[in-house]
């Protein structure tokens, strides 16, 4: 598919615009500057012509920011690598010195650049608009991207020079999503795995804000991978950027297959770590923990035993999880936590058929039958696996009322011992005959 970048220094609107073409909120929108930070991918679709879009930060050069070299190595990567860029500049603020480095280095790109002057929602803004033709392009594009205004004419013209792309087979990668508290290493993770620094790290907690995706697609696997923002408590969380940061992350949980939970060794699985894998389970998604930074702790014969045995406990009585122990620095079992998460996708996926489960869960049910309740006997005569996303079993019986929770964990322990279910929260249901 054709890439698109939209560049410019910060705070021209950027994101907005992305936000507008993808038709979804999905890149954090805010007044001050210098809130995206990583790359950030979406689809858009004008005329039946489908592109990739490339949201990127402010490009600031000889900048004190700590983030701003990186956020400037970000935005050389995602011209790199586009067929067509959108250059953004700011009507209201003029022609600034910041927009001539931004068309230095697009200069040196070669490729077609759209100069785009944003926020004109007004005639006299028009006119305004005429002094970028000092930065030497041949046409500008006048819009406003927080009403939409002006987008057509740009699209028009942009999706005609993009090359013909191949039809897309509709289906969808499976999601996992790398969730934690912030400063666990899931950025590291992920730039570990696919070998680049695809993300910005730094030991400052809160360097990620968007949940953004990353395809993978080695050694047999292919999935989309989403980074996602430190989650904090509610209390702790003090700045509206956070607060959308985390609102993201939590919506990457539910729009996803696999949760892969990063936690920090030196910290252990603390409640906040808890709630975040209480959500997942709650949400009906596949769960791996990953016990991240295991080469600073000091260990001996017993130490991932009795830390697993203590996570374990804490988990209950959503015990079958696997647990793996990595370090991102050293690349330690990073990619048999990637295996792991495989695993349990397809044990997420696992249709079972109806005539098997019942050949192994009625015997199951007649010898342990449901304790009888004021004198009546409850009896189960049939089950089946519903055709939900995950593993969802109804049980028929003649008295359903009367079979209480400890029962249904019953069910759902035989379930996990004779099919392998390890990782995937199950949901059993007792249905009238």
């Known amino acids: 598919m054709s890439i698109v970048a939209i560049v410019g220094r910060p705070n021209v609107g950027k994101s907005t615009l992305f936000n507008r073409l993808i038709q979804r909120r999905e890149a954090i929108v805010d007044a001050v500057s210098g809130v995206t930070r990583d790359r950030h991918y979406g689809k858009s679709d004008w005329n039946g ?51 001539e480095d931004v068309t230095k280095l ?5 490729k077609p650049v759209f100069l785009v002057v944003n926020k004109v929602d ?7 608009a005429v002094e970028f033709y000092s930065l030497g392009f041949d046409k500008y594009y006048t819009m406003s ?18 090359p013909e792309t191949e ?20 950025s590291s993770f992920i730039n570990a795995l696919i070998g680049k620094n695809r993300y910005i790290v730094t030991d400052i907690a809160g360097t990620t804000r968007d949940s953004i995706d990353t395809h993978y697609n080695r050694f047999g696997f292919e999935f989309n991978l989403v980074d996602t923002a430190g989650i904090r408590r ?40 808890q709630n975040i894998f209480w959500l997942a389970q709650k949400n009906n998604k596949g769960v791996v923990i990953l016990v991240n930074k295991w080469d600073l702790v000091e260990k001996d014969h017993k ?14 009585p959503f015990t079958d999880v696997p647990i793996v122990f990595i370090s991102v620095l050293t690349k330690q079992r990073i990619f048999k936590a990637i295996e792991t998460a495989v695993e349990v996708f397809k044990n997420r996926s696992k249709r079972i058929k109806t005539s098997e489960l019942n050949e192994v869960m009625l015997p199951i049910v007649e010898n342990y039958s449901p304790p009888a309740y004021k004198g009546k006997y409850v009896k189960i005569k049939y089950c089946m696996q519903l055709p939900l996303p995950y593993p969802s079993f109804a049980f028929f019986a003649n008295l359903p009322q009367y079979v209480k929770d400890p029962y249904k964990r019953f069910l759902e322990n035989k379930l996990r011992e004779k099919f392998d279910f390890h990782g995937v929260p199950i949901t059993v249901y007792i249905r009238k005959k």
């Open 122 to 128: 007004s005639a006299n803004r028009t006119n305004d």
């Open 303 to 316: 130490s991932v035993k009795e830390y697993e045995t203590k996570i374990r406990q804490q988990c209950e």
């Open 49 to 99: 012509k489908e592109f990739s879009l490339i949201d990127t930060g402010g490009y600031v050069v000889g900048s004190d920011d700590i983030f701003e070299a990186e956020i400037d190595k970000q935005v050389e990567l995602a011209i790199d690598e586009s067929d067509a860029i959108i250059f953004m500049v700011d009507v209201v603020t003029g022609v600034t010195g910041m927009d």
């Open 145 to 162: 991207s927080i009403n939409g205004s002006g987008t057509g004419e740009l699209l028009d013209d942009l999706v005609k020079i993009l």
């Open 106 to 110: 697009l200069r040196k790109s070669n």
């Open 167 to 186: 039809e897309d087979d509709g289906n969808e990668l499976p999601r996992f999503a790398v969730v934690g508290r912030p400063n666990a290493g899931k």
């Open 234 to 273: 509610k209390s702790k969380v003090k700045e509206d950027l956070e607060f959308y940061s985390v609102m993201r992350s939590v919506r990457a949980i539910e729009h996803c297959d696999v949760v892969i939970v990063v936690l920090d060794a030196t910290r252990g699985f603390d409640g906040q770590v």
